[in-house]
């Protein structure tokens, strides 16, 4: 089939590879022009990994293309995906203004019937205005499609080509058997392909993410409780995880979750129920919980050392969560105000993220070259995000680089008996305090 797939976002690149790789011809549009030549000379521009391997494949195979030229990749797909920005506005909900303006311009250049997907998460409804928006120009018969994806970055690839499930929200068979079409290859073990109407499938979306992100901040409360009465997070973990009806994934606690989903989408379907004079009582709590979360983190730290003026931290992980180079609300830059608002210096080390903090803080912290640089004469370390290579660290070299040997860790990710073993001062979430 012939697709085009508008925006080169994160989401966007991962589908349009995604959907080249099974044998499609995909044309990928961004209004970027620097993005698009960077792309077109073989550069992935974000971190994913398995994306590059199936990029430069089908780039080579020359079934994946990119353009600015909006007009030529449409007039040749069947099928268009809207993969663009929502980002939240000043009272958090999402600004639809590029799905909608996209949407105008592809009313003046569709000559023939298209199915135009809007694959960015939005808000319910989003579906008729893109149909309204699209009609305003239309003169050919054209269907929308509100197909939201539920890619968790790290595993984005994975995630697509072997999907739970594909939610798509239509009333149209034609194009119903469209996108049923498209996506049998990558259901063939056996997962569904759901169909139901747009709107049921937008809140979908929605539904998915705020109950995720309530499991997390649940979980931080039984932390925080822990804490207060001698249990240990990771024993209660365990013992409700295997509960079957519960589930043991999105029960590890930590200083909150961040991203670009959990919190915009949260938020936004928080506004929703608003509009319609709901009042959300849970997401309320679950946005309250997952802001405080960091604070009470931070808080451990100024009991140890109530005056940071003058002390050196070190900071293990920059992204919001590993295997991803995504900063978007993530704990650490949260982390880093506090330090640096309290006279603190700040050294830090990231494996794939540090570019981008480059870019917010310039040289107000310092960006190590690895992880035991960044402790060096650090009076502390603190670890926010938990990367696979922090987990097995050499302990002797990292008590030489570090003034004392203190860790005050918002992962879990070391045990508190090898921590007593390796005699550190060791603080994490929801469980005792290694002395």
């Given at each position: 089939?012939?697709?085009a797939?508008?925006?080169?976002?994160?989401?966007?690149?991962?589908?349009?590879?995604?959907?080249?790789?099974?044998?499609?011809?995909?044309?990928?549009?961004?209004?970027?022009?620097?993005?698009?030549?960077?792309?077109?000379?073989?550069?992935?521009?974000?971190?994913?990994?398995?994306?590059?391997?199936?990029?430069?494949?089908?780039?080579?195979?020359?079934?994946?293309?990119?353009?600015?030229?909006?007009?030529?990749?449409?007039?040749?797909?069947?099928?268009?995906?809207?993969?663009?920005p929502?980002?939240?506005?000043?009272?958090?909900?999402?600004?639809?203004?590029?799905?909608?303006?996209?949407?105008?311009?592809?009313?003046k250049?569709?000559?023939?019937?298209?199915?135009?997907?809007?694959?960015?998460?939005?808000?319910?409804?989003?579906?008729?205005?893109?149909?309204?928006?699209v009609?305003?120009?239309?003169?050919?018969?054209?269907?929308?499609?509100?197909?939201?994806?539920?890619?968790?970055?790290?595993?984005?690839?994975?995630?697509?080509?072997k999907?739970?499930?594909?939610?798509?929200?239509?009333?149209?068979?034609?194009?119903?058997?469209?996108?049923?079409?498209?996506?049998?290859?990558?259901?063939?073990?056996?997962?569904?392909i759901?169909?139901?109407?747009?709107?049921?499938?937008?809140?979908?979306?929605?539904?998915a993410?705020?109950f995720?992100?309530?499991?997390?901040?649940?979980?931080?409360?039984?932390?925080?409780?822990?804490?207060?009465?001698?249990?240990?997070?990771?024993?209660?973990?365990?013992?409700?995880?295997?509960?079957?009806?519960?589930?043991?994934?999105?029960?590890?606690?930590?200083?909150?979750?961040?991203?670009?989903?959990?919190?915009?989408?949260?938020?936004?379907?928080?506004?929703?129920?608003?509009?319609?004079?709901?009042?959300?009582?849970?997401?309320?709590?679950?946005?309250?919980?997952n802001?405080?979360?960091?604070?009470?983190?931070?808080?451990?730290?100024?009991?140890?050392?109530?005056?940071?003026?003058?002390?050196?931290?070190?900071?293990?992980?920059?992204?919001?969560?590993?295997?991803?180079?995504?900063?978007?609300?993530?704990?650490?830059?949260?982390?880093?105000?506090?330090?640096?608002?309290?006279?603190?210096?700040?050294?830090?080390?990231?494996?794939?993220?540090?570019?981008?903090v480059?870019?917010?803080?310039?040289?107000?912290?310092?960006?190590?070259?690895?992880?035991?640089?960044?402790?060096?004469?650090?009076d502390?370390?603190?670890?926010?995000?938990?990367?696979?290579?922090?987990?097995?660290?050499?302990?002797?070299?990292l008590?030489?680089?570090?003034?004392?040997?203190?860790?005050?860790?918002?992962?879990?990710?070391?045990?508190?008996?090898?921590?007593?073993?390796?005699?550190f001062?060791?603080?994490?979430?929801?469980?005792?305090?290694?002395?």
């Open positions: 089939m012939k697709i797939v508008i925006g080169t976002g994160y989401v966007g690149l991962v589908t349009g590879t995604c959907f080249a790789e099974t044998g499609n011809d995909v044309t990928c549009v961004d209004i970027n022009s620097a993005k698009v030549d960077m792309l077109n000379r073989g550069e992935v521009p974000i971190f994913e990994p398995g994306l590059e391997v199936l990029f430069h494949r089908n780039t080579e195979k020359k079934r994946l293309h990119f353009t600015t030229d909006l007009a030529a990749a449409v007039s040749q797909a069947t099928i268009i995906f809207l993969a663009l929502t980002p939240p506005g000043a009272d958090g909900a999402a600004d639809l203004s590029y799905v909608l303006g996209v949407a105008e311009e592809l009313g250049i569709i000559t023939e019937y298209k199915v135009i997907v809007d694959k960015s998460t939005v808000p319910v409804g989003t579906a008729d205005k893109v149909h309204a928006a009609a305003k120009n239309a003169k050919v018969e054209f269907d929308i499609v509100s197909n939201p994806e539920f890619l968790r970055e790290g595993v984005a690839v994975e995630d697509f080509l999907p739970d499930r594909v939610v798509i929200g239509t009333s149209s068979e034609k194009a119903t058997k469209l996108m049923e079409h498209l996506y049998e290859p990558f259901v063939r073990q056996g997962n569904p759901i169909f139901m109407d747009e709107r049921s499938a937008e809140m979908t979306k929605y539904a993410n705020a995720l992100a309530t499991k997390i901040s649940f979980m931080n409360e039984i932390a925080n409780l822990c804490e207060r009465t001698g249990a240990n997070v990771d024993m209660v973990r365990k013992g409700i995880g295997t509960d079957t009806r519960i589930g043991n994934r999105f029960l590890f606690p930590g200083v909150g979750y961040g991203g670009s989903c959990f919190p915009k989408d949260v938020q936004a379907l928080f506004l929703t129920a608003n509009e319609v004079t709901y009042n959300f009582r849970i997401l309320d709590a679950v946005m309250q919980v802001s405080l979360q960091r604070a009470i983190f931070f808080d451990k730290i100024k009991l140890k050392y109530p005056d940071l003026k003058g002390m050196k931290a070190a900071v293990w992980g920059l992204a919001f969560k590993p295997n991803t180079d995504d900063i978007r609300e993530a704990p650490a830059l949260y982390l880093i105000d506090q330090l640096l608002a309290n006279g603190c210096e700040v050294s830090a080390y990231d494996p794939e993220a540090m570019a981008h480059k870019q917010i803080y310039g040289d107000k912290i310092t960006l190590a070259e690895e992880a035991y640089a960044a402790c060096l004469d650090a502390f370390l603190i670890i926010a995000t938990e990367w696979a290579e922090f987990r097995s660290p050499d302990f002797e070299q008590s030489s680089n570090l003034k004392a040997k203190v860790i005050f860790d918002g992962r879990n990710i070391f045990s508190l008996d090898e921590m007593a073993v390796a005699g001062y060791y603080e994490s979430i929801g469980r005792s305090i290694v002395k």
